[in-house]
């Protein structure tokens, strides 16, 4: 047995214990019933102390959720948002590849995008890609075709 599950078995039962010493103290009266009551709390205390590394991070993370967002919103995006400064950087200091790389990225996420296809068949123009050029020219004239038909 690890000592997670047995961590938790001893937090069980002195839980169990606690309630069990409670419930001895309502029976008795108050003076005699406070040595039955300081030993249930502490049973108590203890068998939270045995819970909390399981379930502390967990509550904190619960908590402090909402307040988290506000300074640092979620992560999870469903596209990035649109930018050309990247691209245009790399197609400024004749990066070719890195250049042509942006902009595909951008016309992953942003298909209807006109620009970023102008943009990089004027960068194969500089250059002297003829293949690339034409690459980018069908597929300009495949996306305007479909946003013809729509």
Known sequence: MNWQKARRILAGLALVASVWLMSAALKMDWLSAALLVIGSLLLLVTAVLLLAPDTAFKLAEWIAHP????????????????????????????????????????????????????????????????????????????????????
């Open 67 to 150: 307040f988290a967002e506000l300074f640092y919103p979620s992560e999870e995006f469903e596209k990035p948002p649109l930018s050309y400064l990247l691209a245009r950087r790399y197609s400024q200091e004749r990066k070719l590849e890195a250049a042509v790389q942006e902009y595909e990225k951008i016309l992953f996420y942003y298909p209807e995008e006109r620009d970023a296809y102008l943009e990089v068949i004027e960068l194969a123009r500089r250059v002297g890609d003829e293949e690339l050029r034409e690459r980018f020219e069908g597929l300009l004239k495949v996306r305007d075709g479909a946003a013809i038909r729509e």
